[in-house]
């Protein structure tokens, strides 16, 4: 069973800057990517950023130059500074990870969400 626990999220006024923590845990033998989601109400499930077991980083367009994802492998947990916040930044935040939890066996696994709520 592997879990994922996110956290940091909360109310901050546009412009300002919000750190979420996301740590894994349980039968973990590896992991491979790990993700940020965001869904705002009335939308889709949208991929923020993800960063692959190599480091390398991708983002969507609408947080190039102002999120910056990173991971820590020691401590299985993946971050997202996200700057210069925008009301539209406002959403649910969700936490994903490709975990190997044995030689044949890998998944996909998500976190229960932080909110995020940028006021104008």
């Known amino acids: 069973q592997v879990h994922l626990v996110e956290s940091g999220g909360g109310l901050v006024q546009a412009g300002g800057s919000l750190r979420l923590s996301c740590t894994a845990s349980?039968?973990?033998?590896?992991?491979?990517?790990m993700a940020w989601y965001r869904q705002a109400p009335g939308k889709q499930r949208e991929l923020v950023a993800d960063?692959?077991?190599?480091?390398?980083?991708n983002y969507a367009d609408f947080v190039k130059g102002r999120f910056t994802i990173s991971r820590d492998n020691a401590k299985n947990t993946v971050y997202l500074q996200m700057n210069s916040l925008k009301p539209e930044d406002t959403a649910v935040y969700y936490c994903?990870?490709?975990?190997?939890?044995?030689?044949?066996?890998?998944?996909?696994?998500w976190g229960q969400g932080t909110q995020v709520t940028v006021s104008s």
């Open positions: 994903a990870a490709h975990v190997r939890t044995s030689v044949i066996r890998a998944a996909y696994y």
């Open positions: 960063t692959t077991g190599s480091d390398s980083t």
């Open positions: 349980g039968s973990i033998l590896s992991i491979g990517t």
